[in-house]
C-alpha cells in the first residue's frame, strides 16, 4: 500500500506489470473516511495481486489516474451531499480521458444511514467520467459523532467491501 503524495513513477515501477493497480482518493476532515480508505486498500490488497495506492485529491493530479485499473473516491457526507473538493476533482478526472475503469465509491456519515455522499458522487461519475465502470452499490460507514471514532464494526466491513472490490478487479 502506498501512502501519501504520490509519485507514479515509482509505484508503477515498484509494481511491476502483472499486477492490478487501483488508486483510492479520498478526503477525510478528521481522519475516520481516511480509516476506511485504508481498510479498502488492505482488504483489496488481500485478495490477490493488487498494489493500492492511497491519495487525497489535493495531492494527485488528474491525469496520474489514467495509470491505474481501479478508481475508488470516497468522502464523509457533509450537508447532505459529497465533500466539494472531491466533486470538484472527479470533474477534472472526466477530462483526463479515461476508459474502461473499474471503480466503486465510499462515504462516511453521522446518525441514520445517509447515502448522499455516495448518491452525489455517483451522479458526478456518471455524467463526468463515463469511462469508469461502478461495480458495486458503494460502503456507507457510520461514525459515532462529528470526529468519530468509526463505529466499532464499521473497520471489517470495509476491509470485506475492498476485498469483494478486489476480487472483481481479478476476474
Ligand atoms: C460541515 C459538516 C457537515 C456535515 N453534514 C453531515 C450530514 O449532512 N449528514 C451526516 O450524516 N453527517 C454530516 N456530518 C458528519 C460527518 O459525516 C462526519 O464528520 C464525518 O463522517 C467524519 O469523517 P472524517 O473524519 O473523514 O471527516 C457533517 C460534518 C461536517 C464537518
Not at 504520490?6 to 508503477?12: C, L, M, P, R, V
Not at 464494526?153 to 476491509?159: C, S, V
Amino acid at each position: 500500500m502506498h501512502l501519501g503524495r504520490f509519485n507514479s513513477t515509482e509505484s508503477i515501477n515498484a509494481v511491476g506489470a502483472f499486477l492490478k493497480t487501483a488508486i483510492i482518493i479520498y478526503e477525510s476532515k478528521y481522519g475516520n473516511t481516511e480509516q476506511v480508505a485504508q481498510e479498502i486498500a488492505a482488504g483489496m490488497e488481500e485478495a490477490g495481486k493488487i498494489s493500492c495506492t492511497l491519495s487525497k485529491p489535493k495531492d494527485l493530479d488528474p491525469a496520474e489516474v489514467t495509470k491505474f485499473d481501479a478508481i475508488l473516491f470516497g468522502c464523509p457526507v457533509h450537508m447532505n451531499r459529497a465533500t466539494r473538493g472531491i466533486r470538484g476533482f472527479i470533474k477534472k478526472v472526466g477530462k483526463a480521458g479515461i476508459k474502461r475503469k473499474t471503480g466503486a465509491l465510499f462515504e462516511t456519515y453521522m446518525g441514520t444511514h445517509n447515502g448522499k455522499a455516495i448518491e452525489s458522487m455517483k451522479a458526478v461519475v456518471r455524467n463526468k467520467v463515463p469511462g469508469i465502470t461502478l461495480v458495486s452499490e458503494g460502503l456507507s460507514a457510520e461514525v459515532m459523532e462529528m470526529k468519530g471514532p468509526l463505529h466499532e464494526a464499521e473497520a471489517l466491513t470495509a476491509r470485506d467491501f475492498g476485498r469483494d472490490l478486489g476480487k472483481k478487479l481479478l476476474e
